[in-house]
């Protein structure tokens, strides 16, 4: 009896699983309007830690195709976007990007971002001391 009841539950994860894979979700790229302006080094650590979430070169991973991680990720590029984008920066004022440059290094500094679970499955995105104080820096340069 117990273990049929193992079987069934077994067998209701798996349909949910599979059923969920229906939803539709929509993982975008939308154009690149205007990349931000930052020396080489700079932009080449941003592309590597930082694009997946705050641009429109999302490089979606084989797993952001399985629900439900797709919708955990699409939100999270979705939030990403919205709260900075570095292919869309010249929809912000000069002063927003001065402000933005300097939220970078605030939320590098305290290891916020990029978040640890993103750095868990991307070990390429942690953030060397050296790349820190590249970041460092040009964010905090006037
Ligand atoms: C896995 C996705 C992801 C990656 C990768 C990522 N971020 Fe974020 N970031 C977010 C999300 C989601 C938010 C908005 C919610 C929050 O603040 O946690 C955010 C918010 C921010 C903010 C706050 C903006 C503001 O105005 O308050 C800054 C600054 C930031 N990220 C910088 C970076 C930098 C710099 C990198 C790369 C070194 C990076 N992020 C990598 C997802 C990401």
Not at 30 to 35: A, R
Not at 89 to 102: D, G, L, S, V
């Amino acid at each position: 009896m117990k273990s049929h009841r193992r079987i069934l539950s077994l067998v209701a994860v798996i349909l949910t699983l599979v059923l969920i894979q229906l939803a539709p979700v929509e993982r975008t790229n939308p154009p690149v309007e205007k990349e931000i302006t930052a020396p080489d080094t700079v932009k080449a650590i941003l592309r590597n830690a930082c694009y997946d979430c705050h641009s429109n070169q999302t490089k979606w991973p084989w797993y952001s195709s399985i629900a439900p991680v797709s919708w955990l990720l699409v939100s999270d590029v979705t939030d990403g976007r919205e709260e900075m984008n570095f292919t869309t920066w010249n929809r912000y004022p000069a002063k927003k990007q001065a402000t933005k440059r300097k939220k970078v290094w605030e939320e590098v500094k305290d290891g916020d971002m990029p978040p640890l679970p993103y750095r868990l499955m991307h070990p390429e995105a942690r953030l060397s001391d050296g790349e820190k104080e590249q970041l460092h820096i040009w964010s905090t340069t006037p």
